[in-house]
């Protein structure tokens, strides 16, 4: 597997949302998508909020894509609100999905998962809503397992 053209082992650690400060509401964010990780059966996320002041929840979105990043498809939801929390998740992809799905971006409900699905690429989306002060921050820290 590689990220973006560099070769990575499977299980090595990607920092696909650095510690990123978050200020006013943002509609939706998302990162650079990584790619080159098609083959991935195993994907676990681990999302660090800091949190400093006001705000009032933060929706981070792991999503992979199935067609080179022209549909995003959610596949792990972690809210946060006003106090700090790490959180982890994980989903895979040899569990049958239970039924037919309609791909959502952003729309995947809170603390959820769907697992079954995974493809060549992922990204982190992010939305927030009230404004936050101080030191509130987010990262988000995943290992692919081929």
Known sequence: MSLNGTV???GQHIVALPATTIAAAVAAVGTTAITRLSGAKYLVAQAKFLYGAGGTNVNVYVQTSLDQGVTWVDIMNFLFTTAAATKISAVVATTALAAVIAPSDGALTSN?????LLGERFRIKWVTTGTYSGATSLQVDLIVKG
């Open 8 to 10: 990575h082992q499977s």
């Open 112 to 116: 959820t998962i769907l697992s079954g």
